[in-house]
């Protein structure tokens, strides 16, 4: 069973938005930090955007100002709400989920449960 399943990717023009939704298959996440990875071909996966329990969260300097990451903890749903989109944001996006105390929010090494990925492709 995969632990975080993902979904909403889609294929979109520049300048538009996309909203990524993920699950737990298997647990509440309330008490730890979740993240927002993505990978593009033939590039390392690079962490987007986490957020963790007592609210603090991080962004990528190229997502700033144009991504958010949220939480619904009653329905246990993890969101990417991403706006004004461009070809550099084409990659699959995973999500993960980690100890509540993860020292190096980008680092792949601090999440222990990670989806399947769900692509989004931005064209012009």
């Known amino acids: 069973q995969v632990p975080l399943v993902e979904s909403g990717g889609n294929s979109v023009q520049t300048g538009g938005s996309l909203i990524l939704s993920c699950t737990p298959s298997?647990?509440?996440?309330?008490?730890?930090?979740q993240a927002w990875f993505r990978q593009a071909p033939g590039k390392e996966r690079q962490g987007v955007a986490n957020?963790?329990?007592?609210?603090?969260?991080n962004y990528a300097d190229s997502v700033k100002g144009r991504f958010t990451i949220s939480r619904d903890n009653v329905k246990n749903i993890l969101f990417l709400q991403m706006n004004s989109l461009n070809s550099e944001d084409t990659a699959v996006y995973y999500c993960?989920?980690?100890?509540?105390?993860?020292?190096?929010?980008?680092?792949?090494?601090?999440?222990?449960?990670w989806g399947q990925g769900t692509q989004v492709t931005v064209s012009s």
């Open positions: 993960a989920a980690g100890a509540s105390g993860v020292e190096f929010w980008d680092d792949i090494g601090e999440y222990v449960d």
């Open positions: 298997r647990w509440t996440w309330s008490n730890y930090c």
């Open positions: 957020l963790c329990s007592d609210g603090r969260s």
